[in-house]
């Protein structure tokens, strides 16, 4: 049976898109000027949001594989660098905190908890999502995708953050909303809780049984 223990944890890390922020439309408005670019068909937001969760490299091959049937390692190079260049250029036009986030986090630096962002996206957007929200006040750090050579499913970024801060992975808490993040924490040996909201490339992310699914952060405040 998992014990939550909130009052106890001393860091809690938080995967960002799908998890903090509802960044689907962003990604979608990028994706579609990336596609044009590129005189290739468009696509839907309703389609983005089945076709993100698991990273950019895979996103791009998602969308080729369904506009072309297959994929061309070429195009995919050119769509997966086109998409970044555009994307990381103005990362937060729509993007917003999911409701319960922000009261969330208030409560956790409060109660003098070490927050800290674990992403695979890219450092760079991720740190200015973050201050364009106003949430950087909340973190000790930001952790992008591409701050190591492995990002999520490996452990490597949440191992870190229990080596640099010297604390016991009893301590703390991931919260995510995808298969990466609930493997990661599996693999690093780190309690891992999700919200059913996110982003998980069309999966239902009770498949991969995570230890607790809640459908707002609030509710754990109660």
């Given at each position: 049976m998992?014990?939550?223990?909130?009052?106890?944890?001393q860091m809690?890390?938080?995967?960002?898109?799908?998890?903090?922020?509802?960044?689907?439309?962003?990604?979608?408005?990028?994706?579609?000027m990336?596609?044009?670019?590129?005189q290739?068909?468009l696509?839907?937001e309703?389609q983005?949001?089945?076709?993100?969760?698991?990273?950019?490299?895979?996103?791009?091959?998602?969308v080729l594989?369904?506009l072309?049937?297959?994929?061309d390692?070429?195009?995919?190079?050119?769509l997966?660098?086109?998409?970044?260049?555009?994307?990381?250029?103005d990362?937060?036009?729509?993007t917003?905190?999911f409701d319960?986030i922000?009261?969330f986090?208030q409560w956790?630096k409060?109660?003098g908890?070490?927050?800290?962002?674990?992403?695979?996206?890219?450092?760079?957007?991720a740190?200015?999502i973050?201050?364009?929200?106003?949430?950087n006040?909340?973190?000790?750090?930001?952790i992008g995708?591409?701050?190591?050579?492995?990002?999520?499913?490996?452990?490597?970024?949440?191992?870190?953050?229990a080596?640099?801060?010297?604390?016991?992975?009893?301590?703390?808490?991931m919260?995510?909303?995808?298969?990466?993040d609930?493997?990661?924490?599996r693999?690093?040996?780190i309690d891992?809780?999700?919200v059913?909201?996110?982003?998980n490339?069309?999966e239902?992310?009770?498949?991969?049984?995570?230890?607790?699914?809640?459908?707002?952060?609030?509710?754990?405040?109660?």
């Open positions: 998992f014990e939550l223990r909130l009052a106890e944890r809690i890390l938080f995967d960002l898109d799908g998890t903090l922020v509802d960044s689907a439309s962003d990604l979608y408005r990028a994706m579609n990336s596609l044009n670019a590129l290739l068909p696509v839907t309703t983005v949001r089945n076709w993100v969760g698991k990273g950019t490299s895979i996103f791009c091959h998602s594989e369904h072309t049937g297959q994929v390692a070429a195009q995919h190079h050119l997966l660098e086109t998409f970044l260049k555009i994307y990381n250029a990362p937060c036009v729509l917003q905190p319960g922000i009261e986090l956790a409060a109660d908890k070490m927050l800290i962002c674990v992403t695979n996206k890219p450092e760079q957007p740190r200015s973050v201050e364009a929200l106003g949430m006040q909340y973190f000790a750090d930001v995708g591409d701050r190591f050579e492995e990002r999520k499913p490996h452990p490597k970024q949440l191992l870190y953050c080596e640099y801060y010297e604390l016991d992975k009893t301590d703390i808490l919260v995510g909303d995808s298969v990466n609930v493997e990661a924490a693999r690093a040996g891992c809780i999700v059913s909201y996110g982003y490339h069309g239902n992310i009770r498949d991969c049984q995570p230890q607790m699914v809640v459908d707002n952060l609030k509710e754990l405040l109660v």
